[in-house]
């Protein structure tokens, strides 16, 4: 094996695991974001109360689809990597907020559909990768 081709497949593990480091901090920071931005449990009048464990800014992690699938048509480890990084933290904010609804007195075994944002984003990221790969 030449020496050029080893520096060059060591810079792409690089670019590689760069962007999945990207993607995972700004997935990260995503649900951080939609977490610290929810207004809690909010009175408004009477005995009525709206609750919001987490805001609409959650919905922003689907922005960050393409970048697996562009990832994807060059290595599948790196894209499967790229999910990963971009599901994880998704998973753990659902985590955050069922946590939430049930210490507040709120849980009433409904809060697991929380886990349907990052099923969904895991099923859109995968099949869109799939596509891209399977036309590459």
């Known amino acids: 094996m030449p020496l050029t081709s080893v520096r060059a497949s060591r810079r792409d593990l690089a670019a590689a695991l760069a962007v999945v480091v990207v993607v995972l901090a700004v997935s990260a ?4 974001l939609a977490l610290a931005l929810a207004r809690g449990v909010v ?11 987490i805001s609409p800014w959650w919905w922003l992690a689907f922005l960050l689809v393409p970048v ?12 499967a990597a790229a999910t990963a990084a971009l599901v ?3 998973f753990a904010a659902a985590a955050v907020v069922v946590g ?8 009433d075994g409904l809060e697991v559909f929380a886990y349907a944002h990052p ?3 895991t099923l859109v ?6 596509l891209v790969r399977r036309r590459a």
């Open 100 to 107: 939430r609804y049930r210490s507040s007195g709120w849980g």
């Open 68 to 79: 697996p699938a562009v990832v994807a048509r060059t290595r599948a480890a790196t894209a």
């Open 119 to 121: 099923l969904l984003l």
């Open 88 to 90: 994880v933290p998704q």
């Open 29 to 32: 920071g995503i649900a951080a």
């Open 43 to 53: 009175p408004l009048g009477g005995s009525s109360y709206q609750t919001e464990f």
């Open 125 to 130: 990221t995968g099949t869109v990768v799939a």
